[in-house]
Nanobody, 115 residues
Framework: QVQLVESGGGLVQAGGSLRLSCAASRNIFNSDVMSWYRQAPGKQRERVTFITYGGNTAYADSVKGRFTISKDNAKNTVYLQMNSLKPEDTAVYYC?????????WGQGTQVTVSS
């Protein structure tokens, strides 16, 4: 079992920035993929971005050029830097770890962007 703990959410004005963190309870292995998802009220959960152990990344079109995922393997932590935030980025953001066919979720952190 792996625990994921997110932090860094909050309320920010449009155009502002936030940095989310996700700390895993064990080492990140070289087959692991860590992702950030988000779920807005009344909408399905969607994947925002992911990063592989080797550092390969991909982003949803809606956040390209504004969000950056990074990780610190030594700290077992993944980050999501969110810049130029928009009201439509308002959602609960979840960290996800996929490892050896298993999928683990954090508890989520609320991000609210006011116009």
């Amino acid at each position: 079992q792996v625990q994921l703990v997110e932090s860094g959410g909050g309320l920010v004005q449009a155009g502002g920035s936030l940095r989310l963190s996700c700390a895993a309870s064990r080492n990140i292995f070289n087959s692991d993929v860590m992702s950030w998802y988000r779920q807005a009220p009344g909408k399905q959960r969607e994947r925002v971005t992911f990063i592989t152990y080797g550092g390969n990344t991909a982003y949803a079109d809606s956040v390209k050029g504004r969000f950056t995922i990074s990780k610190d393997n030594a700290k077992n932590t993944v980050y999501l830097q969110m810049n130029s935030l928009k009201p439509e980025d308002t959602a609960v953001y979840y960290c996800n770890l996929k490892s050896s066919g298993n999928s683990y979720w954090g508890q989520g952190t609320q991000v609210t962007v006011s116009s």
